[in-house]
């Protein structure tokens, strides 16, 4: 699965590399990570990991194959 993840604001290169796993843009005022998704478990995780930097998920797709 990829996902894409979008987050208010840009993103320091510091809090980019809390998600090695993740490609990244800005474009309008926001953060656009992209990438695999292994599981629903990962999932979870990276949302876990943006909440707890206190970053605001936008929106989140998956991306077709």
Known sequence: MRYEIRVDG??????????PELEH???SGQTVLYGPVVDMAHLYGLLTRFQSLGLRVV???RLPE
């Open 59 to 61: 929106e989140m797709r």
């Open 10 to 19: 840009q993103m320091s290169q510091t809090l980019v590399k809390v998600f």
């Open 25 to 27: 843009v800005t474009m």
